[in-house]
C-alpha cells in the first residue's frame, strides 16, 4: 500500500471503505451500527522513519468494533473530540482531546464510540520505542491495568502539542515531510515527550526513582559522556540512539538521568546546546540577516518556522533582532 518511508492518503465516502483500510493498515474492524451510505472519513498513514502513524477523522458518530489482532502496542491520542473505550470486561474509559490518551495492546478485542467530528492520531509501538519508554513490563502496566496516559501535567501537554504539529506537519507536507531529516528528529522527540509523560502518569509506587539503589551517584558520567558527544556534534545529524550509545548507559537510564540533574531530555538539551550555538555565532558581529537560515541549518535546524520560535523562546528575541542589537552595541 505504501514505501517503508512514504504516505498514504485515503477519503473513505462508505463504512466498507473504511474498514477496509483500517483493517489493512492496523486491525480488522468493523462498524457497530448501520451508517448511512454518505459516510464520510479520512485516513492517512506514515512511517517517521520506524515509527507508524496512522491518522483518522470520523465524520460523524461512529461505533468501531476492533478485532484482535497480531501483538502490537498502539498508543491512540484524540486530537479534536473524544472517544469512549470499552473492553469485553464491561470497563469503560473515555479519552478526550488534551486530557489523556490510550495505550493498547492489540491481541484484545476492543470497542471504539467517536463523538462526532473527532480526530484521532495512531502511534504504532515498535520493540526499540517500547525499550526507551522502559521495557514491555512498564507499557503492560499502561496497556493491562491503567491504559490511560493523563496529559495534564507540563510534559503531557507538550507531548500532545507535538502529536498535533507531526499530524498538521505530516497532513500538509505529505511525502517532503521525510526530507531534510524533520521526521527522524521529530520521532525521537515524540517517544523521548512520551517517556516522559508515562513517568508522570504512573502510579507513584510503580516509579523507579533515580534517587533509589544509589544511581543518582553515576549520572555524572552519563551525563557527561552525553554531553560530551553532543558538544562535538552540534553540525552532524544526531539521533537519540547516537546519544544513547555514547552515554554507555541505557535508554531508560539515560532519560532518567537527564530529567533529574538537567531538568529536561537528552534531546532538549541538545537543542538548546544548537540554539546557544547559533546565538553565539549571531552575536559575535559577523553575520547578517542573510546568514540566519544557513547558520541554523548547519546547527541541525531544518524547520526554520519552529526554529525562530525556539529561539526566542530561549532569548526573547527574533534571530534578525539579535543580529541588529550586536551591531547597534
Known amino acids: 500500500m505504501m514505501a517503508d518511508n512514504g504516505f498514504s492518503h485515503r477519503l ?13 493498515l492496523l486491525r480488522p474492524c468493523r462498524f457497530g451500527r448501520k451508517l448511512g451510505r454518505d459516510y464520510r472519513t479520512e485516513v492517512f498513514h506514515a512511517r517517521m522513519p520506524s515509527l507508524g502513524l496512522t491518522f483518522v477523522r470520523m465524520g460523524e458518530t461512529a461505533r468501531i468494533g476492533v478485532d484482535a489482532h497480531e501483538d502490537m502496542t498502539l498508543l491512540q491520542i484524540p486530537l479534536a473530540g473524544a472517544f469512549v473505550s470499552r473492553e469485553p470486561r464491561g470497563r469503560d474509559l473515555v479519552c478526550r482531546a488534551g486530557a489523556s490518551a490510550q495505550l493498547v495492546n492489540a491481541n484484545a478485542p476492543i470497542d471504539l464510540e467517536f463523538e462526532p467530528d473527532t480526530s484521532m492520531l495512531i502511534l504504532n509501538l515498535d520493540r526499540r520505542q517500547i525499550d526507551i519508554l522502559g521495557g514491555k513490563t512498564r507499557v503492560d502496566g499502561f496497556t493491562h491495568t491503567s491504559r490511560l496516559v493523563t496529559l495534564d501535567s507540563g510534559v503531557g501537554r507538550a507531548f500532545f502539542k507535538l502529536a498535533v504539529f507531526a499530524t ?5 507536507r505529505k511525502q517532503g515531510f521525510f526530507e531534510g531529516g524533520l521526521a527522524e528528529h521529530l520521532e525521537d522527540t515524540l517517544i523521548a515527550s512520551l517517556e516522559a509523560a508515562l513517568d508522570i502518569a504512573a502510579p507513584v509506587e510503580g516509579r523507579t526513582g533515580a534517587h ?6 553515576i549520572a555524572p558520567s552519563i551525563i557527561r559522556r552525553a554531553e560530551a558527544f553532543m ?21 531508560r537510564t539515560l532519560h532518567r538521568m537527564f530529567r533529574e540533574v538537567r531538568g529536561d531530555t537528552p534531546l532538549g538539551v541538545l537543542k538548546t546546546m544548537r540554539l546557544d550555538a547559533v546565538h553565539a555565532r549571531l552575536t559575535s558581529g559577523k553575520a547578517g540577516n542573510g546568514d540566519v537560515t544557513r547558520i541554523a ?11 525562530a520560535a525556539d529561539y526566542r523562546s530561549r532569548f526573547g528575541l527574533l534571530p534578525s533582532d539579535t543580529i541588529r542589537l550586536s551591531r547597534t552595541h
Open 12 to 24: 473513505s465516502t462508505s463504512p466498507e471503505a473504511f474498514q477496509a483500510t483500517m483493517s489493512s
Open 168 to 172: 498538521r506537519e505530516l497532513e500538509i
Open 212 to 217: 533509589t539503589g544509589g544511581r543518582i551517584a
Open 231 to 251: 558538544a562535538e556534534s552540534l553540525t552532524r545529524p544526531v539521533k537519540l540512539t547516537d546519544i544513547v550509545a555514547a552515554s554507555g548507559a541505557s535508554a
Open 297 to 307: 541549518t548547519e546547527l541541525g535546524f531544518n524547520h526554520m518556522g519552529l526554529f
